[in-house]
């Protein structure tokens, strides 16, 4: 047996002890989160770095991606830059139950320079003063402030509170920078704004209430994006709710229902959009501590001013295969309106001849090949992923008959 092997093994055996201490003490529903208070299935094994300090247990995480990205067509962009989120986490029994405090940092607003990155067909928030259109905005400096406490009220039962300045209310699935089974694919998916985009809200008040396999929770937030400085931490009123209801039929399984009215979220558009979003989602652990993830996801977007419904589908996975190598696959159908907003003279007759609504198609495949450690307590990777995308003929001039993309990457991860 090697040294290397020993080593691996030792901790594989170290982390199942510490993960079952804490579940025996009510505290592994706080452990298991991985953005706001939404959760990936039960089995899937979060990469950190855990230690005692004293009647504390501190939790570190974190990943970034180097990226250099390029794109075909009249509106496809190049670019080298580097995304990125650390969180740190600390932990302890208080009056019966379980406390913890997150923070979670970004220093996206640095190595993003522009104010966001190329992707073709994306579209959300604003830059400059502009919306974004083929293109996807950097993460706050401060993603996630969060304070919460779980305690158990009976053999199977638990009640949960979680209050942050910056945070992820009860709506939607995991978001994607912290979702398993888009642990290996850098770029954001272009239904995030109908799937998961409040991951970074304002004033979120969240109460959850679990029982055996069931979870239901409710949320209050202020419902705008952030703003263009992402530097500060905004505040506002809470305007908005979310309820959502999760089922954990075993530890490889889990599934949410959500809905939320989200008040005028987009800093140049007029309205509130509600949100209603489902999706299931799939953990396999495998050997060598790695897992196979997968998750299916529709969202659906009603913008209360123009009445329009815009739906969004997204499929994804990540395979551990042999050689130290993840597959990686990613497919989507969104409905967008907003392709054209950066020119309003081209929108207006577009909407006159084609409509204002197209459906557009992305499939992305890649791989990751993780490196020997570099660094000591870093998974180093390095990858390519490549996506092709589907469009109706009426907005092909503009985009060219066969759009794609291509990312390589550095991945670096605690």
Request: proline share 6%; aromatic share 10%.
């Amino acid at each position: 047996m090697t040294t290397q092997f020993r080593r691996r093994a030792h901790w594989i055996v170290l982390t199942a002890v510490f993960q079952s201490l804490a579940w025996a003490q009510g505290g592994m529903g706080l452990m298991n989160q991985a953005s706001g208070t939404a959760m990936n299935p039960e089995s899937w094994s979060m990469p950190m770095s855990m230690q005692s300090l004293g009647s504390w247990s501190l939790m570190l995480m974190g990943q970034a991606f180097v990226v250099d990205t390029q794109q075909s067509g009249p509106r496809g962009g190049d670019k080298f830059y580097s995304e990125d989120w650390f969180m740190g986490a600390v932990q302890r029994s208080v009056g019966g139950g379980d406390f913890q405090i997150q923070l979670m940092l970004s220093l996206d607003p640095a190595t993003i320079t522009g104010r966001s990155y190329p992707e073709l067909f994306q579209t959300g928030e604003t830059a400059f003063g502009k919306l974004l259109v083929d293109q996807q905005h950097p993460h706050n400096f401060i993603m996630g402030l969060g304070f919460q406490y779980l305690r158990h009220v009976g053999d199977a039962t638990t009640i949960q509170f979680y209050f942050a300045p910056v945070g992820d209310p009860a709506l939607g699935p995991v978001a994607f920078p912290h979702r398993a089974s888009a642990s290996e694919l850098p770029q954001a998916p272009l239904s995030h704004h109908w799937q998961d985009s409040t991951h970074i809200a304002d004033d979120v008040v969240t109460v959850a209430a679990r029982h055996k396999w069931m979870r239901l929770e409710a949320s209050g937030f202020h419902g705008a994006e952030p703003g263009e400085n992402r530097w500060i931490v905004q505040q506002g009123t809470i305007d908005s709710w979310s309820a959502r209801l999760s089922v954990f039929p075993s530890k490889n399984w889990m599934a949410q229902a959500s809905v939320g009215r989200i008040a005028h979220p987009e800093q140049l558009e007029p309205g509130d959009q509600i949100r209603s979003t489902a999706s299931v989602h799939y953990s396999r652990p495998m050997p060598g501590g790695r897992s196979w993830a997968s998750s299916l996801i529709w969202g659906r977007n009603h913008d209360t001013y123009t009445q329009h419904n815009l739906n969004s589908f997204l499929a994804e996975s990540v395979l551990p295969i042999p050689g130290r190598n993840f597959l990686t696959g990613r497919a989507e159908l969104v409905d967008k309106d907003e392709l054209f907003s950066d020119n309003p003279a081209l929108e207006r007759e577009l909407d006159r001849t084609a409509g204002s609504t197209f459906r557009i198609g992305a499939y992305t495949m890649g791989i990751t090949h993780d490196l020997p450690k570099l660094i000591p307590g870093v998974e180093t990777g390095v990858g390519v992923n490549a996506t092709t995308y589907s469009l109706p003929a009426a907005i092909r001039p503009y985009y060219g008959d066969r759009p794609h993309g291509v990312n390589v990457y550095l991945r670096l991860r605690l």
